[in-house]
């Protein structure tokens, strides 16, 4: 058995642990819109993950088929509008974000699950499982024409979210363009990771590689949270707002630390970008 099969289960319950951290993280500081964004698009991954865990260790066949293609498709289909939702929030236009637009949004999600349960042969179909070592694996499974509408509609908002977030980051905006950077950065492996395994442009993929390839996006996602505290104040809020203003604004979070400054205080104080987080 190649080492990669191996140890993917192993990198996958690493990444489960992370997006559970992150996710109590964002929580404790719901009371930023862009924290509550980033708890729930964290939530779902955990919601594709824990399934993905219990199907590598599940003892049969059936059992793993129930969690990996049944239960984890829960999180796979509702994923890309946590993140486009997030998205949205980060960079100033979570006004867009409606009840009435969510519900529209969810449509090919739910209808994506009923397909699923009721109709697999027009989503995921023939699919064979077996054991490699330790480990339960997906050999094989044929993507059905449903399968390709919910792939479309994902594709979509996760592009289209990872685009808003990349554009965002190009733009100047002082101390805070290293957050869209680390944002960016890190929504790129799983996306790429992604396309590669749905188009089949890599061999010997392992399954689930894109939720594989979160691990290495939430160490860099929590290293953004502790050095540069994305998720302490939206950059657009303060780009439209406290660097426009004449008075010296410090913004401090819990325990008295800085979490940013407008020019003002940088020309009294004589403080760096470096103060962040002191």
Known sequence: MKPLYVY?????????????????????????????????????????GIPSTLAFISRTPAAAEFWFIKVRYIGVAFLPITFFTF??????????????????????????????WFAPAYFVNDTHFARRGPFMFLIHNSNEPWYWVHAAHGYLLAVTAWAM??????????????????????????????????????????????????????IIWAWGLFRHHFLDIMP?????????????????????????FNPAAHALLDWESDAIGS
């Not at 951290?21 to 594709?48: D, K, S």
């Not at 979570?94 to 739910?110: G, N, Q, S, Y």
């Not at 965002?168 to 790429?192: E, K, M, N, S, W």
Request: glycine share 4%; proline share 5%; aromatic share 12%.
């Open 87 to 116: 998205a949205l929030t980060y960079t100033g236009r979570a006004h867009w974000i409606t009840p009435k637009r969510l519900a529209l949004l969810a449509v090919i999600p739910i209808l994506t699950q009923l397909v699923n």
């Open 8 to 48: 993917a289960p192993i990198g996958l319950f690493v990444s489960v642990l992370i997006a559970l951290a992150l996710t109590h993280y964002a929580w404790r500081r719901r009371e930023m819109p862009t924290a509550y964004a980033f708890f729930w698009f964290c939530l779902n991954g955990v919601v594709w």
């Open 236 to 260: 657009v809020a303060r780009s439209a707002i406290v660097d426009s203003m004449d008075d010296v604004v410090i913004v401090l979070a819990r325990q008295n630390r800085v979490v940013d």
């Open 165 to 218: 977030i990349g554009w965002y980051a190009l733009v100047p905006h002082h101390r805070h363009r290293v957050q869209a950077l680390i944002l960016f950065f890190g929504a790129t492996l799983p996306l790429v990771m992604n396309f590669a395994a749905v188009f089949h442009f890599l061999d010997d993929l392992p399954p689930d590689v894109t939720l594989l390839s979160f691990t290495v996006t939430s």
